[in-house]
């Protein structure tokens, strides 16, 4: 069985850093396509950053420059590092996982009907 938990979340002020965390059991890590999503209230789910089995991310331009993803195979730990957070980075982050090992195409990569797995999430606010 799947199982995605993420933690790393909270309550930071403009301009500062989180790293979330996607704890990943039932699944091999270093053989599939993983990602970060996020929604805001009232808007839909995004893609915000994915990682290919062999390391290569992508990540919307929104976030490009800001958003770091990277996984550990050993630890079985998906990351991803947030800087420079704006206001508007306040949403519910999402981990998911996909059975998919051949290259996606960028927007593939980063749509949500791509991915099977998902975690419960955890809450990014950030005050101006």
């Known amino acids: 069985q799947v199982q995605l938990v993420e933690s790393g979340g909270g309550s930071v002020q403009a301009g500062g850093s989180l790293r979330l965390s996607c704890a990943v059991s039932?699944?091999?890590?270093?053989?599939?396509?993983m990602a970060w999503f996020r929604q805001s209230p009232g808007k839909e789910r995004e893609g915000v950053a994915a990682?290919?089995?062999?390391?290569?991310?992508h990540y919307a331009d929104s976030v490009k420059g800001r958003f770091t993803i990277s996984q550990d195979n050993a630890k079985r730990t998906l990351y991803l590092h947030i800087s420079s957070l704006k206001p508007e980075d306040t949403a519910m982050y999402y981990c998911a996982a996909t059975l998919y090992s051949y290259s996606l195409t960028y927007r593939q990569s980063l749509d949500e009907s791509t991915y099977w797995y998902w975690g419960q999430g955890t809450q990014v606010t950030v005050s101006s």
């Open positions: 990682i290919r089995s062999d390391g290569s991310p």
């Open positions: 039932g699944y091999s890590i270093s053989r599939y396509y």
